[in-house]
């Protein structure tokens, strides 16, 4: 008998989000920002601990206005992990400034401190430090601190894959950052959709970020303008469905780090494949990552069996958007067999014990 199709990712809704929706339909029909909204923003504050919380509509823009609002300008180097999602690099290429890629750590795929000193010039003006599936760097959060203030960079942090992953002191991530950015994409813990979230304890960045998603409005509501602004905003709809979102999510940070150990002690031993650690202390593994020997036959041999993956990430210096030179060992080589197995919240043991049968089965042991 065929067995279910089990996708690499799906979002999951309930009941709660389609009754927060309806309610709120009843009672008011603007949907454009408001209440529901600021609900959504202190829910997100109160959980990273974090002054200030801003909602945009997703987490690439987040970045652009983090860097627009740190006073990134056109020609400034900005830099970024050579494995990362492409929004990283792009969003502050959307205004003229310039991504370097820098390579990542073998065992955490952050960004590696050592190149990233190396890749500094006069032109830098910034890090954006991605915490890959919710890990932090090996030399700590705080050698990274440390570096911006010694050089004088700002550090903003893309978080997008981190809600509900700390730093071993106890701050939530992208907090250590002037700004740290969240995106609530399909396949994100939570999820509103589309939708990305900015962090801040610095209430003149609060300010800007507010004024840079509205126009650059001087106050809510009015048509005076003191700064050049845009249009990000979120919507109350988005709003309804983040606050039941939010409120599961503590339990979807269990469950993501139950899924990462049934795999782990499923997979052990198997020599074709080799999941990246975690430390479940403080990550709540977003998206199940791995190497695995002779991938693409194991990809259809998973399809055969209706089991889902995605190839990780492709370098970026080498996508055709960029094309940028520099030979980076570490994303290379995720480039070749990096693979993200099904990592759902919603997957059950016996999803999980049968997807990793079939891997076993493949390199047969
Ligand atoms: C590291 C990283 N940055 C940025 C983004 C972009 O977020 P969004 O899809 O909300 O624009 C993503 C999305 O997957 C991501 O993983």
């Known amino acids: 008998?065929?067995?279910?199709?089990?996708?690499?990712?799906?979002?999951?809704?309930?009941?709660?989000?389609?009754?927060?929706?309806?309610?709120?339909?009843?009672?008011?029909?603007?949907?454009?920002?408001?209440?529901?909204?600021?609900?959504?923003?202190?829910?997100?504050?109160?959980?990273?601990?974090?002054?200030?919380?801003?909602?945009?509509?997703?987490?690439?823009?987040?970045?652009?206005?983090?860097?627009?609002?740190?006073?990134?300008?056109?020609?400034?180097?900005?830099?970024?992990?050579?494995?990362?999602?492409?929004?990283?690099?792009n969003s502050v290429k959307m205004f003229g400034a310039v991504p370097v890629f820098v390579d990542v750590e073998p065992e955490t795929l952050c960004l590696d401190i050592d190149k990233v000193k190396q890749a500094i010039t006069p032109k830098t003006r910034a890090i954006m430090l991605v915490s890959a599936n919710g890990r932090y760097p090996r030399p700590g959060i705080e050698a990274f601190e440390e570096l911006a203030k010694q050089q004088n960079l700002l550090l903003l942090e893309d978080a997008a894959q981190s809600l509900g992953s700390f730093y071993p002191d106890g701050r939530h991530i992208g907090r250590a950052g002037l700004i740290g950015s969240f995106s609530f994409s399909a396949p994100k813990i939570i999820s509103t959709g589309q939708g990305g979230a900015l962090i801040t304890d610095d209430d003149t960045m609060a300010a800007k970020l507010r004024r840079l998603k509205d126009f650059g409005r001087a106050a809510g509501g009015n048509d005076i303008h003191d700064s050049i602004g845009y249009n990000f905003k979120f919507t109350e709809l988005q709003a309804c469905i983040g606050i039941e979102q939010m409120k599961k999510l503590p339990?979807?940070?269990?469950?993501?780090?139950?899924?990462?150990?049934?795999?782990?002690?499923?997979?052990?031993?198997?020599?074709?494949?080799?999941?990246?650690?975690?430390?479940?202390?403080?990550?709540?593994?977003?998206?199940?990552?791995?190497?695995?020997?002779?991938?693409?036959?194991?990809?259809?041999?998973?399809?055969?069996?209706?089991?889902?993956?995605?190839?990780?990430?492709?370098?970026?210096?080498?996508?055709?958007?960029?094309?940028?030179?520099?030979?980076?060992?570490?994303?290379?080589?995720?480039?070749?067999?990096?693979?993200?197995?099904?990592?759902?919240?919603?997957?059950?043991?016996?999803?999980?014990?049968?997807?990793?049968?079939?891997?076993?089965?493949?390199?047969?042991?």
């Open 1 to 89: 008998m065929t067995q279910p199709f089990i996708m690499q990712m799906r979002p999951l809704f309930g009941e709660e989000e389609k009754r927060a929706v309806c309610e709120y339909m009843d009672e008011d029909g603007f949907i454009t920002e408001f209440k529901r909204t600021e609900k959504f923003e202190q829910m997100l504050a109160e959980y990273t601990g974090s002054k200030h919380c801003i909602v945009v509509n997703n987490g690439t823009i987040s970045l652009t206005l983090a860097a627009l609002a740190a006073g990134i300008k056109a020609g400034d180097e900005v830099i970024v992990p050579n494995y990362t999602m492409i929004a990283t690099p």
């Open 251 to 365: 339990s979807r940070v269990e469950r993501k780090k139950e899924i990462w150990r049934r795999y782990s002690a499923n997979l052990e031993g198997v020599k074709g494949i080799r999941l990246f650690e975690h430390d479940l202390k403080c990550t709540s593994p977003w998206f199940i990552d791995s190497l695995a020997e002779n991938r693409d036959a194991l990809i259809a041999h998973l399809k055969t069996a209706n089991i889902g993956t995605r190839v990780m990430y492709p370098p970026i210096n080498k996508q055709q958007a960029y094309q940028a030179p520099g030979d980076h060992k570490v994303s290379n080589n995720i480039g070749q067999q990096g693979l993200w197995l099904p990592s759902a919240v919603q997957l059950s043991d016996f999803d999980i014990d049968r997807i990793c049968s079939t891997i076993r089965e493949f390199y047969q042991v």
